[in-house]
Structures are given as structure tokens and as C-alpha cells.
């Protein structure tokens, strides 16, 4: 079955430049959660959304950075302006609701934003 | 606020050797604990995971035991192979409504034949 699928794998941005990133989760995944990695650092959480509400954006690091998921399925995260600090892989991972707080996060292969 | 600390690695190790990668963490309340894996080239995998005090994770020969009196989550295998060589996270996802996970920092094993 399909697992969560990220596009493009690899981005080359222009210092200044806006970039968009998508992600396909898991159909019928309730929860989406978008994480940032930096190289040889584990992921920051960014944020999280439960169908198309964005419940938690408490790990955004500026106002640059923008998310969403109008439809409750698909998912974009949009950096403006970019700058060199913002160079990282990022992680896009869905899981289902239920009712414990243990539920797993399938992770897709990320994308590896680099800023030049 | 809550936090996951990791052994630094690399760590490498010969096939058919004991491995144990040291993994605290501080939260408050009751966490639940995971080790995820990155091979080469991959995406994260969940491995295994434990949601209350004494539990074991368990998968493909790998454990785990959730000690909350030493605030500890040890990831161990007793012999490794060339193809567990990756990256291993260790994280948290505290108690209530929290669904994020907070990460360790990662760490590399090879596995050398």
C-alpha cells in the first residue's frame, strides 16, 4: 500500500526565495505533523494538524513559515524568503486518530531543502 | 519542557556484538516512549515502543524497557548484524493531548562483517 509520499525529494532555493513543500499522507489519516531536521540533529516538531484544523503551530520558528491542509488529506508547507538557517530535510509523517496516545507516525522520505 | 537525551554516536560495533544505546529522557506526567530507525536512503521507521512504566518494547531482536525510576528507555540487541547498520532516534510523546514527538539527536551505527 501507499505509504506517505513527499515532493520534490530535493529543493535548490535561492536565498530570498519561496518554496512550497507537499505531502501525500496516508489515506484516511486523521493527523498530519510536519518536523524539521537539521543535519546530524534529531527532528523539531513544527506542527499538526487533525483533518483540515491546525490544532498546534507552536514549533513554526518564524512567521516565514506557513502550513496547511484545506481538504484534510493533502498538505503544504510554504517557506517565504528563505534563508541559509533554513537548509534541512523536512519531515512530513500521518497517523490515524483513535483513542491512544501512542498511535504510530508513519513518516514519509522527507524533503532536503538546501538555501544557497 | 520535555526532553530526550541520547548517547553520542557513532558507535560501531562487529557483527555478533552486544549493543546497547543509552536513551534518558525528562517529561512530566507519563510518556509514552519509541525508537525509530533510519536505514541508508530511507524514510523513519518506528521499531518498537512502550507506553507505561515497565514495559518492553520488542522487535526484530531489539528491546527496550521502560524505567521510569531512572527516567530511562534503553534500546539493546544482543547480537547485530551488517544489516542493522542506521541511525537510531529515541523519542517521547508526553501524556494528555500532546501528539507531538520530541526527538534525541540521533545515533549512527555500523556494523562491520
Known amino acids: 500500500g501507499a505509504g506517505v509520499s513527499q515532493s520534490p525529494r530535493y529543493k535548490v532555493a535561492k536565498r530570498g526565495q519561496d518554496v512550497a513543500l507537499r505531502c501525500d499522507p496516508i489515506?484516511?489519516?486523521?493527523?498530519l505533523f510536519w518536523y524539521q531536521q537539521a543535519l546530524g540533529q534529531g527532528p523539531e516538531f513544527l506542527t499538526y494538524?487533525?483533518?483540515?484544523?491546525?490544532?498546534?503551530k507552536s514549533g513554526l520558528p518564524s512567521d516565514r513559515f506557513f502550513a496547511e491542509r484545506p481538504e484534510g488529506s493533502v498538505s503544504t508547507l510554504k517557506i517565504q524568503r528563505t534563508q541559509q538557517e533554513d537548509s534541512a530535510v523536512y519531515l512530513c509523517?500521518?497517523?490515524?486518530?483513535?483513542?491512544?496516545?501512542?498511535?504510530?507516525?508513519?513518516f514519509g522520505p522527507g524533503t532536503r531543502l538546501t538555501v544557497l | 519542557g520535555d526532553s530526550v537525551t541520547q548517547m553520542e554516536g557513532p558507535v560501531t560495533l562487529s557483527e555478533e556484538a552486544f549493543l546497547t544505546i543509552n536513551c534518558t529522557y525528562t517529561?512530566?506526567?507519563?510518556?509514552?516512549l519509541f525508537w525509530y530507525v533510519q536505514y541508508p536512503g530511507e524514510g523513519l521507521q518506528l521499531l518498537l515502543k512502550a507506553t507505561k512504566a515497565d514495559d518492553k518494547g520488542s522487535n526484530k531482536g531489539f528491546e527496550a524497557t521502560y524505567r521510569k525510576e531512572t527516567t530511562s528507555f534503553h534500546l539493546e540487541k544482543g547480537s547485530v548484524q551488517v544489516s542493522d547498520s542506521a541511525v537510531y532516534f529515541c523519542a517521547l510523546k508526553g501524556g494528555g493531548n500532546n501528539r507531538k514527538l520530541i526527538w534525541g539527536l540521533g545515533t549512527s551505527l555500523a556494523v562491520n562483517p
Open positions: 509523517a500521518s497517523s490515524t486518530r483513535g483513542t491512544s496516545v501512542a498511535n504510530e507516525q508513519f
Open positions: 494538524f487533525q483533518n483540515e484544523a491546525q490544532l498546534d
Open positions: 517529561a512530566t506526567g507519563y510518556p509514552s
Open positions: 489515506s484516511g489519516h486523521v493527523s
